[in-house]
């Protein structure tokens, strides 16, 4: 066997299908592009229809399989609409990435019914609904990936982690749960952990020079995350390789969490 054939048996992922929400912007971004380019047919699930047709256009033109769905994950009609129609294209998912989120940061005292609301169907309920539309199918045909995205506020409050922090928290514990149902039945259930990324996301913390500094600091790599720090850790998840791990929260983040 050569080197090749050997790390294609461990990470390629010919002949699977992925979902990404969120995949037109930040992190998931890089994911549906990592995803595509290691061989799976990929629908990338997000709102501005602009960044979907330019992020499968730049896929298409590399000789990818990607398709997009422009959907509100907002309301549960959105995320059942949109789960729906990411079928369409290439068939039910083998793998599920969950990186749409939403982060309002009002103060605690002022954060209303309506945030909280929406915080909740965007960072969590979309991932459960999403994963009881498409978990039951992966178990029965023996094999699965979900992979949510977290954040380092599911396990510390700082810059006012608010509705945020609960939502994250919950994913992590949302996978642990699927991980219990689906791993007997092939699927595994994980969460990336990111530490501070500059994506569209962290806009307002990104045009604070001091706080992005310090932040940097904090890692033990010496600086802040890129999108593209998450393809590596995004196609093992996906793939065989990673078949014995299931149920965890897998730091990305320069060792910022350990720092």
Not at 143 to 155: L, N, T, V
């Amino acid at each position: 066997m050569t080197s090749h054939d050997y790390l294609s048996e461990l990470f390629a992922l010919d002949g699977r299908v992925a979902v990404v929400t969120g995949g037109s912007s930040g992190i998931g971004r890089a994911i549906a592009g990592a995803l595509a380019r290691a061989g799976a047919s990929v629908v990338i699930v997000a709102r501005r229809e602009p960044e979907l047709a330019a992020t499968v256009a730049e896929l298409t033109a590399d000789g990818c399989r990607a398709a997009w769905v422009s959907a509100d994950l907002s309301t549960r009609e959105g995320v059942r609409a949109a789960a729906e129609r990411a079928v369409e294209p290439f068939g039910e998912p083998d793998i599920l990435v969950n990186s749409a989120g939403i982060n309002l940061r009002p103060p605690m005292g002022e954060l209303d019914d309506e945030v909280w609301d929406t915080t909740m169907t965007v960072n969590l309920e979309a991932p459960f609904l999403l994963g009881r539309r498409f978990g039951p199918g992966m178990a029965e045909r023996g094999f699965g990936r979900i992979i949510h995205i977290s954040s380092q506020q599911a396990h510390r409050a700082f810059v006012q982690s608010g509705a945020y922090g609960v939502s994250k928290g919950a994913l992590e514990a949302l996978a642990r749960s699927q991980a219990e149902a689906w791993s007997p039945h092939g699927v595994t259930c994980n969460t990336l952990v990111p530490g501070f990324v500059m994506t569209p996301l962290n806009t307002r913390l990104s045009a604070d020079p001091e706080k992005v500094a310090a932040l940097a600091a904090r890692t033990m790599i010496g600086r802040n995350g890129l999108a593209e720090d998450f393809a590596g850790a995004a196609v093992f998840l996906a793939g065989r390789a990673s078949g014995y791990v299931t149920g965890q929260a897998i730091f990305v983040d320069g060792g910022f969490s350990v720092h």
